[in-house]
């Protein structure tokens, strides 16, 4: 079992920052890549950004430039600093790992970003 407790986010005005945290709890398993997906109203959800175990980082296209995606190996955690805020970034930020060893993903219950003015 991993459990994924997100916290971070809010209410931010345009070109504002936040930063979003996720820890998960300890896993008998190995967490290989963690990642951030976000979800806005009658929308699909999508990739933000991940972060494999080594260190590797992939951005979606709309965020590359503005949002930073980092972890914490050792305590398990993985966090999101998003600069430059835009109200098309407002979304249900969720956040993902997933357990290759086992061939499982794990989702938390999300945190909200609305960007507003």
């Known amino acids: 079992q991993v459990q994924l407790v997100e916290s971070g986010g809010g209410l931010v005005q345009p070109g504002g920052s936040l930063r979003l945290s996720c820890a998960a709890a300890?896993?008998?398993?190995?967490?290989?890549?963690m990642g951030w997906y976000r979800q806005a109203p009658g929308k699909e959800r999508e990739l933000v950004a991940s972060?494999?175990?080594?260190?590797?980082?992939n951005y979606a296209d709309s965020v590359k430039g503005r949002f930073t995606i980092s972890r914490d190996n050792g305590k398990g955690t993985v966090y999101l600093q998003m600069n430059n805020l835009k109200p098309e970034d407002t979304a249900v930020y969720y956040c993902?790992?997933?357990?290759?060893?086992?061939?499982?993903?794990?989702w938390g219950k999300g945190t909200l970003v609305t960007v507003s003015s």
């Open positions: 972060i494999a175990s080594g260190g590797t980082t």
């Open positions: 300890r896993s008998i398993f190995s967490i290989n890549t």
């Open positions: 993902n790992a997933e357990v290759v060893a086992i061939g499982m993903q794990y």
